[in-house]
């Protein structure tokens, strides 16, 4: 079996939850903005290191638009169990947590829909796509940076 692929995400934001057993749980909210070395789709194993903007400490008189990171890993791994929305511009994918030491459940990773590098949908799911207009207008976007730099704790 492959090792999990490393997904490099901000949190947007967390809310509470129950589990099946009335444990205080919660779910968070990710997006994805570095492409992944596979790109996110169902059934894939995927391991999650937040993100941290650390640019103040490599000042620079240049507009530049490389961004530096350092990433940290949450406790946060598992199987991609589905697709919680479509947009135009953002897929969002389910995560379902095998951690079970972290009180985080299921995290949402938003990702924007550049497929074959970003994501990886179903050809039927494509098509479809193609052949009728999506329902959901894009909300908001999430930019990719492929300038970046990362340094994992």
């Given amino acids: 079996m492959p090792p999990p692929t490393t997904i490099y995400a901000k949190e947007r934001g967390s809310a509470p939850s129950v589990g099946s057993d009335g444990q205080e749980t919660r779910i968070v ?46 406790g946060i791994w598992g199987a991609v169990v589905g697709v919680r929305a479509e947009e135009e511009s953002v897929v969002e994918f389910v995560l379902e947590n095998d951690n079970i030491r972290s009180d985080v459940t299921h995290a949402y990773l938003a990702v924007p829909r550049k497929e074959g590098l970003m994501i990886r949908m179903p ?28 340094f994992e704790d």
């Fill in 29 to 74: 909210y990710l997006d994805v903005t570095i492409p992944p070395d596979v790109p996110i789709h169902v059934g894939q194993k995927v391991k999650i290191l937040s993100l941290t903007s650390c640019d103040k400490l490599f000042p620079s008189e240049e507009e530049t638009s490389a961004r530096y990171y350092t990433a940290k890993d949450v």
């Fill in 123 to 150: 050809l039927w799911r494509r098509c479809l796509g193609y052949a009728m207009p999506w329902p959901a207008k894009t909300t908001r976007t999430i930019p990719i940076e492929d300038d970046t730099t990362v």
